[in-house]
């Protein structure tokens, strides 16, 4: 199970604990909701905290793919360029033995 999984897993298992031990209490309803209301607010700001932290997360790892992506492109380019040169000076070399040949 990936992370993101196990922890929204954990989460959504402690919310709907927390809520069954709130509903089960011998409070007032009043009381409950109260209750209710601030474990969801809780939750809901370790949630906001969570998927902010993973978003970071996968904002850095983005970056740095797309940072190793060009440098790879960037190095390619250069053994292109590099490979076609040596290609050309070996096509120049050809020309003038071909041409001494000739003569």
């Known amino acids: 199970m990936s992370k993101l999984n196990m922890l929204i897993s954990v ?8 809520l069954l031990g709130v509903l089960f ?5 009043e009381k409950t909701r109260k209750q ?17 932290d993973f978003v970071k997360n996968m904002n850095s790892r983005y ?18 360029e590099d490979i076609i040169q040596k290609g050309k000076d070996k096509s120049d070399d ?9 003569k």
């Open 11 to 18: 989460i959504i298992g402690s919310f709907i604990g927390a």
């Open 25 to 29: 209490a011998p409070d007032k309803g």
């Open 36 to 52: 209710i209301s601030r474990k969801g607010d809780e939750y809901a700001d370790l949630v906001r905290s969570e998927f902010d």
């Open 63 to 80: 970056e740095a793919a797309l940072k190793d992506t060009e440098e790879m492109i960037d190095k390619g380019k250069n053994m292109t």
């Open 94 to 102: 050809i020309k003038k033995d071909v041409r001494k040949a000739l």
